[in-house]
């Protein structure tokens, strides 16, 4: 039936779009399983972002760029490790997270996870009216394909902030 002018999509498309979601979500959920609990460790980029917000506010923002102080201040606020993950940001960045730096270590992650979340639901909700031919496949597939969108989930579990600055 090549010649039907039917504005539905073919069966495969939809499956396609209905399927890939589900496998990139899989993927999603088995990350979020085995690295959340080494993000409330320490172990996440959200690390130096939240010693350099502290270190700002501590009056420490002089020495944002010292890697010995960095890594003391990693050490005695987050967790002890070998190397410290150095401020590679402009300085005035760190002001963005001295907020968080009112909180300890995890509620930070979990209020900086949540302030990313809020804003990647206002970007996808902006989009909204560029995506209608996706909702047309599946009513909805462009939230789908913002959830599972590998580097965005990447990006939420390691506590960065390139979904922030979207």
Not at 20 to 45: C, E, K
Not at 100 to 112: D, E, I
């Given at each position: 039936?090549?010649?039907?002018?039917?504005?539905?999509?073919?069966?495969?498309?939809?499956?396609?779009?209905?399927?890939?979601?589900?496998?990139?979500?899989?993927?999603?959920?088995?990350?979020?399983?085995?690295?959340?609990p080494g993000a409330l460790h320490g172990h996440a980029?959200?690390?130096?972002?939240?010693?350099?917000?502290?270190?700002?506010?501590?009056?420490?923002?002089?020495?944002?760029?010292?890697?010995?102080?960095?890594?003391?201040?990693?050490?005695?606020?987050?967790?002890?490790?070998?190397?410290?993950?150095?401020?590679?940001?402009?300085?005035?960045?760190?002001?963005?997270?001295?907020?968080?730096?009112?909180?300890?270590?995890?509620s930070a992650y979990a209020a900086f996870l949540l302030?990313?979340?809020?804003?990647?639901?206002?970007?996808?909700?902006?989009?909204?009216?560029?995506?209608?031919?996706?909702?047309?496949?599946?009513?909805?597939?462009?939230?789908?394909?913002?959830?599972?969108?590998l580097p965005i989930g990447a990006a939420l579990m390691?506590?960065?902030?390139?979904?922030?600055?979207?």
């Amino acid at each position: 039936m090549s010649g039907c002018s039917d504005s539905r999509p073919q069966t495969y498309l939809r499956g396609l779009a209905l399927g890939l979601p589900a496998i990139l979500l899989g993927l999603q959920l088995s990350g979020w399983i085995f690295f959340l609990p080494g993000a409330l460790h320490g172990h996440a980029d959200f690390r130096h972002l939240y010693t350099a917000g502290w270190m700002v506010r501590s009056g420490y923002g002089h020495e944002l760029y010292n890697y010995d102080v960095q890594k003391h201040f990693q050490d005695s606020l987050v967790s002890r490790e070998q190397v410290a993950m150095p401020f590679n940001h402009l300085a005035y960045e760190a002001l963005l997270f001295v907020p968080f730096s009112l909180l300890p270590y995890r509620s930070a992650y979990a209020a900086f996870l949540l302030l990313n979340i809020f804003v990647l639901s206002a970007v996808s909700f902006s989009f909204n009216k560029r995506l209608l031919n996706l909702r047309i496949v599946w009513k909805w597939l462009p939230s789908a394909l913002f959830i599972t969108f590998l580097p965005i989930g990447a990006a939420l579990m390691h506590g960065q902030d390139s979904v922030l600055l979207m």
